[in-house]
């Protein structure tokens, strides 16, 4: 119910006998019961209020949590930059789905944009699946009413109850396999916190009465240990297990991100896209280091910054880099050349070295980032700057990576 834009009431779903309470008043569920969108009802102290169905942005930012949730304008940015398009149903049964991770579930706010970019690819649930889903949320959503200046709801002290992922009875079950079994797109979302991950679901499953459900598997555990196991539930892809790739994209967003790049690059499928979600610039770098350092079949494609006020994000420049005066005593050392240093040398117009010349850098291509070096290879440096050049503002970062295909000889072509 809204009665204006600081006036805003989010209600369970409506059941008789009861009641939604508010500060500004009360008004019966049986008032509300068969009135349709955009009808105005009178509280009890007179109070008119306006009936609409919440927006997903409405209802991400106005339901109970437990942490911060990502906001709708950082989670359709992901969902973007991701570049997800999907066909109604997989058109063959052998079609590999599309399948997404994401790394930290927290809220559940970015599992919810993610299911509703790669919704079109799965059946619908059937109503009993809806009805089981909506009771599990019924005990957990309760009424609140918040205004702009309230930037977070109070959640209950009671424990969270643990959400049936198997529903109530066999049949249930049955429904929940064999929607599974025929989806096109599926999300994979892993949280340690086993609170934080049976709160999410909640509060995806409260969705327009459920309109997701089957569209996200919710994990509890260690991300990296996760991979592992569905390594091991699906077996190799090969003889040799060349390839045991299954994710067509990923999300970490974990304060330790860098820990869990290899193993998630290792289930990324090839041109999918990684991307990495901190509040710190240096935990992007970070992961920038890690990658080059392993030799990791990445590329870094944007580094984005996210805050109020900016539309569409800010673009960084985060870029490995060597300087000039290092690669030429290599070149002095080791006569067997690098060609990029001849490259420069013909870019600065000449052999001989102006004073302050020292301080150039070389910046590596994408393809030098993930070359396999010689071992023991240093002397690189970051650069870290926006590239608009403005003042950075608070908001958090998106790296975002994609992976490249593995040659023989090398890690990428």
């Not at 590999?96 to 991770?101: A, R, V």
């Not at 996200?216 to 996760?226: E, L, Q, R, T």
């Not at 290599?330 to 690098?338: F, G, L």
Request: glycine share 8%; net charge negative; hydrophobic share 35%.
């Amino acid at each position: 119910m809204k009665q204006d834009s600081t006036r805003v009431v989010f209600t369970k779903p409506l059941e008789v006998t009861k009641k939604v309470a508010t500060k500004w008043g009360n008004i019966s569920h049986d008032s509300l019961i068969g009135k349709s969108a955009r009808d105005i009802v009178r509280l009890s102290t007179g109070r008119e209020f306006r009936l609409h169905f919440p927006t997903l942005e409405e209802y991400v930012t106005l339901t109970p949590r437990l942490v911060t949730p990502v906001y709708p304008a950082d989670a359709n940015l992901i969902v973007s930059l991701l570049d997800i398009h999907v066909s109604p149903q997989k058109s063959r049964p052998e079609d590999l789905p599309l399948e997404i991770l994401e790394a930290g579930t927290g809220h559940g706010a970015l599992t919810l944009h993610l299911a509703r970019a790669i919704h079109g690819a799965n059946p619908s649930p059937p109503p009993e699946l809806l009805m089981a889903a909506q009771k599990s949320t019924e005990e957990s959503l309760p009424e609140t009413d918040t205004s702009p200046l309230e930037d977070s709801l109070v959640l209950d002290e009671k424990p969270t109850t643990k959400v049936e992922l198997l529903m109530e009875n066999t049949a249930s079950e049955l429904t929940l396999q064999n929607l599974r079994s025929s989806r096109g797109a599926v999300i994979h979302t892993v949280d340690i916190s086993a609170k934080r991950s049976q709160h999410a679901e909640k509060v995806f499953r409260g969705f327009r009465q459920g309109i997701y459900t089957g569209d996200a598997d919710f994990y509890v555990g260690d991300v990296s240990k996760w991979i592992d196991q569905q390594f091991a539930l699906r077996g190799p892809d090969g003889p040799q297990q060349v390839d045991r790739a299954f994710l067509s994209h990923l999300i970490l967003d974990l304060p330790d991100s860098y820990k869990h790049v290899a193993k998630a690059a290792s289930a990324l499928r090839t041109d999918g896209a990684m991307i990495v979600f901190n509040p710190s610039i240096t935990q992007i770098m970070a992961c920038v280091k890690l990658i080059r350092s392993k030799k990791l079949p990445l590329v870094l494609d944007h580094v984005i910054e996210l805050g109020a006020g900016m539309t569409g994000g800010k673009e960084w420049d985060i870029r490995t880099v060597k300087p000039r005066a290092l690669l030429k005593k290599e070149k002095a050392e080791e006569e067997a050349v690098i060609a990029v240093g001849d490259a420069m040398q013909l870019e600065s117009g000449g052999s001989e070295e102006r004073e302050g010349e020292g301080e150039e850098q070389f910046e590596a291509s994408n393809e030098e980032q993930t070359k396999v070096g010689k071992q023991g290879d240093t002397g690189w440096e970051m650069i870290c700057r926006p590239k608009a050049g403005a003042r950075v503002v608070g908001g958090g970062f998106l790296g975002v990576w994609r992976k490249m295909k593995y040659s023989e000889g090398t890690s990428e072509k």
